[in-house]
């Protein structure tokens, strides 16, 4: 971490002085990244937010949205569920709006998570289908930091639907054209009042050019 730290301090600097916001915006957000390996929340959140800032700047759609997907982990590690619905509903339009199929798993997956912790065990196992299908158009599979989200909600969804039922709706999922996934997702809600700590996986999606 000390290495990583340094290498993309380093970066940074080199990025401010030559004037590429989106590489600079790219390194505040491994930045942060890396404070929340090493537990310090409040600055991961503060360089997500400096990266999120130069990303909205520069009308960076791929950007805006790997750093809302942070941020949304981290509000779910905090407990606040609002905050993360609201994160990931925002890099599900920016993805959309770009027709990624690749990076936009991360959206599913964590409303994937919302929906099987709130409940919603059908939304949740029609998404998993829709974000195999987006996989399989990409021709990739998750990114690592998006693993334990996607295998929390199949499990959960599928230990309180039964196999048959589960595999029935990810099968439809499956199915889904791009923007009727897109609307699915979309529809994924959680309660106003936050009931104390998540227990969905939060992992951060790192930013990649």
């Known amino acids: 971490?000390?290495?990583?730290?340094?290498?993309?301090?380093?970066?940074?600097?080199?990025q401010r002085a030559i004037g590429t916001p989106g590489f600079w915006a790219m390194a505040l957000a491994v930045l942060g990244v890396i404070a929340h390996e090493r537990g310090e929340v409040a600055t991961s959140v503060r360089r997500a937010e400096e990266a999120l800032a130069l990303f909205q700047a520069i009308g960076h759609a791929a950007g805006i949205a790997?750093?809302?997907?942070?941020?949304?982990?981290l509000a779910a590690e905090g407990g606040d569920d609002q905050a993360a619905l609201a994160?990931?509903?925002?890099?599900?339009?920016?993805?959309?709006?770009?027709?990624?199929?690749?990076?936009?798993?991360?959206a599913l997956s964590g409303?994937?998570?919302l929906a099987a912790g709130h409940g919603q065990l059908s939304q949740a196992a029609t998404l998993i289908g829709?974000?195999?299908?987006?996989?399989?158009?990409?021709?990739?599979?998750?990114?690592?930091?998006?693993?334990?989200?996607?295998?929390?909600?199949?499990?959960?969804a599928e230990a309180a639907l039964g196999a048959a039922r589960f595999a029935a709706l990810r099968d439809a999922g499956r199915a889904l054209p791009f923007?009727?996934?897109?609307?699915?997702?979309?529809?994924?809600?959680?309660?106003e009042s936050p009931s104390g700590p998540s227990t969905i996986p939060v992992s951060h999606s790192y930013p990649i050019s």
Not at 130 to 156: C, K, V
């Open 1 to 14: 971490m000390d290495e990583a730290e340094r290498l993309m301090e380093e970066a940074l600097r080199l």
């Open 66 to 73: 790997m750093v809302q997907c942070t941020l949304a982990g």
């Open 87 to 106: 994160g990931y509903h925002e890099a599900l339009r920016c993805w959309a709006g770009i027709g990624e199929r690749w990076m936009i798993a991360a």
């Open 111 to 113: 409303l994937a998570a």
């Open 130 to 156: 829709a974000i195999d299908t987006r996989l399989e158009e990409s021709g990739a599979g998750p990114w690592l930091s998006d693993r334990p989200r996607y295998d929390w909600a199949t499990a959960t």
């Open 179 to 191: 923007a009727a996934a897109v609307v699915l997702a979309t529809a994924v809600w959680v309660p």
